[in-house]
């Protein structure tokens, strides 16, 4: 048997008052999504616990079975997804130009995706493109628009705090070493330099003439870099070894192709387009056919974009328009009985509010030939908590899929020197002499 673990990015939400408390998701019409529902065993999933705000990357993380102490920070996994070289030792953050006010000697973010042309977006960052002192190294690569992946060489380290405070009207925050680092030399010295050179991005990209431009016409300049989530190259098992599945990954985006090269998975780089139902249904296609792999991977970032609007009903409208390609599933995935099919979202994405992310629960439903069927009729975070697989944690959901793909090892049973949920192929036979 084989997995396909299809990922609707940011669907969970809270309840909102134009919805009388219901959901985006309850009230969205889903007659495929329910009717899967109704076959299959469903319950409630958190990546880590419920009430944490998790991250994209880092919910992922923990669905494929990792720990959180692990990560190698986003910042990493945004620079191999876009191919950009991090060697060991070498630190890579998420950087952005930003526009800030100077007050009282602070710098206050005042617009953190402001609008830019992109002969402009290209010249200002060619000004701050590289930064050396003490030994250290500073290179910002753009990627797209205004953003960018900042890469420090030298006695560097990735256990530092962000400056970039993303809510518009709080100031740039001065980058610091992590608690716990107060003898680690690497840390100090990284927050110092990257320190100085946002103040000489701040400096530089000010006197700008096209910036000195922007603000005669009234548009904020672009005159500052945020970074965020550092990261750096650490060993992890690979995907395989940790749960003898052979696995790709179909998504966009470059964290998750950066995550599932670094995790040693096959990646399929899918492209969004303005129909994301359409999009969706490609891809379920493309992992039915992907029968060389026993995990695929199937994601969509489309609701958590949708819940970025901060309008609920833009959300239901995207929720419904992905509902169509699971028609496919109905007809093409579930017959098949050497196919596991796994429905759940990574995170809660609220449509309201102030957070990013909130720390709700989210929908999970699982059907396979080894499945319950209990008598949940619907697919949403009220109904599918009425379901046999209750509350499922973190890695528990690969816990969950390795036992209904049957590939399960009996706990406490030693085949290998290392303690493997499935039954180690690598196992040395006793010959006879």
């Known amino acids: 048997m084989r997995c396909i673990c299809v990922i609707l990015d940011g669907l969970g939400d809270r309840g909102h008052a134009a919805f009388r408390g219901r959901t985006p998701l309850q009230v969205a019409h889903t007659p495929y999504l329910d009717k899967l529902a109704a076959l299959g065993m469903n319950g409630l999933y958190h990546s880590f616990f419920q009430g944490i705000a998790m991250s994209s990357e880092m919910a992922h993380f923990r669905m494929f079975g990792y720990d959180v102490h692990d990560f190698p920070g986003r910042g990493l996994l945004e620079a191999v997804g876009e191919g950009i070289p991090v060697k060991n030792g070498e630190v890579a953050l998420l950087a952005r130009l930003v526009s800030v006010d100077e007050e009282e000697r602070t710098l206050v973010l005042r617009q953190e995706n402001p609008e830019v042309d992109a002969h402009t977006c290209h010249v200002l960052q060619e000004e701050i493109e590289r930064y050396e002192k003490d030994g250290v190294e500073v290179h910002f690569v753009p990627t797209k628009g205004i953003k960018g992946i900042l890469v420090m060489r030298g006695h560097v380290s990735s256990q530092i705090t962000d400056s970039n405070p993303i809510?518009?009207?709080?100031?740039?925050?001065?980058?610091?070493?992590?608690?716990?680092?107060?003898?680690?030399?690497?840390?100090?010295?990284?927050?110092?330099?990257?320190?100085?050179?946002?103040?000489?991005?701040?400096?530089?990209?000010?006197?700008?003439?096209?910036?000195?431009?922007?603000?005669?016409?009234?548009?904020?300049?672009?005159?500052?870099?945020?970074?965020?989530?550092?990261?750096?190259m650490r060993h992890l098992p690979s995907?395989?070894?940790?749960?003898?599945?052979?696995?790709?990954?179909?998504?966009?985006?470059?964290?998750?192709?950066?995550?599932?090269?670094?995790?040693?998975?096959?990646?399929?780089?899918?492209?969004?387009?303005?129909?994301?139902?359409?999009?969706?249904l490609d891809r379920l296609r493309a992992a039915k056919e992907m029968e060389d792999f026993d995990f695929v991977h199937v994601h969509t970032k489309a609701v958590d974009e949708a819940s970025h609007a901060k309008d609920p009903d833009v959300k239901r409208t995207v929720i419904e328009s992905l509902d169509p390609a699971f028609a496919f599933a109905l007809d093409e995935i579930v017959p098949d009985k050497e196919?596991?099919?796994?429905?759940?979202?990574?995170?809660?994405?609220?449509?309201?509010?102030?957070?990013?992310?909130?720390?709700?629960?989210?929908?999970?439903?699982?059907?396979?030939?080894?499945?319950?069927?209990?008598?949940?009729?619907?697919?949403?975070?009220?109904?599918?908590?009425?379901?046999?697989?209750?509350?499922?944690?973190?890695?528990?959901?690969?816990?969950?899929?390795?036992?209904?793909?049957?590939?399960?090892?009996?706990?406490?049973?030693?085949?290998?020197?290392?303690?493997r949920p499935y039954m180690a192929a690598d196992s040395k036979p006793l010959k006879v002499k």
């Open 167 to 232: 809510y518009e009207g709080r100031p740039l925050m001065e980058v610091l070493p992590l608690h716990g680092q107060r003898k680690d030399t690497g840390a100090h010295l990284t927050a110092r330099i990257l320190n100085e050179y946002l103040i000489w991005c701040y400096r530089t990209l000010s006197e700008h003439p096209l910036n000195a431009e922007r603000v005669k016409e009234g548009v904020p300049a672009l005159n500052a870099v945020g970074t965020q989530r550092a990261g750096q």
């Open 239 to 280: 995907f395989e070894e940790k749960w003898g599945l052979r696995a790709l990954s179909i998504a966009s985006g470059p964290v998750y192709v950066g995550l599932g090269t670094l995790l040693g998975m096959n990646c399929h780089g899918a492209t969004d387009s303005e129909e994301p139902g359409k999009d969706l």
């Open 339 to 419: 196919v596991l099919l796994v429905i759940t979202s990574d995170h809660s994405t609220p449509s309201t509010g102030k957070m990013i992310h909130s720390g709700e629960t989210v929908p999970l439903t699982i059907l396979g030939k080894y499945t319950r069927r209990d008598g949940v009729t619907g697919f949403d975070e009220i109904r599918c908590a009425g379901g046999s697989l209750g509350v499922v944690r973190g890695n528990e959901l690969m816990y969950l899929i390795l036992n209904f793909l049957d590939r399960g090892k009996l706990f406490g049973l030693m085949d290998s020197p290392i303690d």
